[in-house]
């Protein structure tokens, strides 16, 4: 009788929001995600002590890292970028040095030195990116105990495909860059046209990471769909190329997504949190 009445009033099911009584059935995902929302959540957990310890690490090895690349090979950097100038400007450059050269020497160097910390920008993406392969599982982990505890355990993709993934997409993006590299010396168009190669690879890559350990690898093309993925791809993509803050944000980027991915799958059976978030976001405007 109580298996009739559900069946007759099927409402029921849903008079708790944290609760799935039908886990192999999916509701609706609903559309659209606010991103303001999705960012003061994801800011909450990656304030949280966990997520804090968690990122120490990752953040101190890739600030000695990169500062031990740029003191070692600055140099050899800075000569590769110089093949790409016209022939005039490189005897100039080489009539003097940076501190006694010209108005227009000190021009060009101040050029190539902003290129260079440009390229370690993009090059400390990659390198954060790959890191993030290995802490995903756990930072997934934490999203789903604190929030979403009702969504079922998915299996990930395996540490091979994830890092075969990778591996592809960052040979694609070195061929790409290689072509694009006599653009950075066009104003403003070639550091925008350099963005665009990097955030493919960031969305290629993290998406992936995140999608299968949330949905599961045999689930993770059904949600590869979502209309909305490109803004929340690009809200996150934004915030890793801020020099410095960078190097903090790969976890806070796997928070954000994964909070994206756990909404886009369970909708509004799941949302409570979500949309405690969003009413915070709306109060503070």
């Known amino acids: 009788m109580n298996d009739l009445d ?9 008079e708790n929001p944290r609760q799935n009584p039908h886990p192999n059935m999916r509701p609706n995902p609903r559309q659209p995600i606010s991103i303001p929302a999705l960012l ?9 002590t966990p997520m804090l310890m968690l990122n ?7 600030v000695l890292f990169w500062v031990g690349i740029l003191y070692g090979f600055s140099g050899t950097i800075l000569s590769y970028l110089t093949h790409f100038l016209p022939e005039s400007w490189c005897l100039s450059l080489e ?21 260079l910390g440009f390229l370690a920008i993009l090059l400390a993406i990659v390198g954060n990116l790959f890191v993030s392969i290995f802490y995903t599982p756990i930072v997934v982990s934490y ?47 070639g550091g925008l046209v350099m963005l665009v190669p990097f955030f493919i690879f960031f969305y290629k890559t993290t998406f992936f990471d995140v999608g299968c350990e949330v949905l ?5 093309a059904e949600i590869w769909q979502a209309k909305c993925r490109y ?16 190097f903090f944000m790969p976890l ?3 928070i954000m997504i994964s909070h994206f991915y756990f909404m886009q799958d369970f909708g509004e059976d799941f949302s409570r949190s979500f949309d405690e978030a969003d009413s915070g976001a709306r109060e503070s405007k």
């Open 6 to 14: 559900s069946s007759q009033n099927p409402q029921n099911t849903h």
């Open 56 to 62: 120490i690490l990752p953040v101190v090895l890739g």
């Open 216 to 220: 599961g690898a045999h689930r993770y």
């Open 95 to 115: 009539s003097a040095s940076f501190w006694g050269a010209g108005a227009l020497n000190a021009i060009l160097w101040a050029i190539l030195y902003i290129m």
């Open 231 to 246: 803004r929340v791809a690009f809200a996150a993509y934004v915030m890793g190329l801020v020099p410095i803050l960078g």
């Open 143 to 189: 999203v789903r105990k604190r929030h979403y505890t009702a969504a079922p355990k998915s299996e990930g993709a395996p540490l091979l495909a994830a890092l075969k993934n990778f591996s592809i997409s960052l040979a694609i993006l070195c061929v790409v860059c290689v072509v694009c590299i006599p653009l950075l010396f066009v104003p403003l168009l």
């Open 252 to 254: 806070f980027q796997v």
């Open 40 to 48: 003061e959540i994801s800011k909450d957990d990656f304030l949280s």
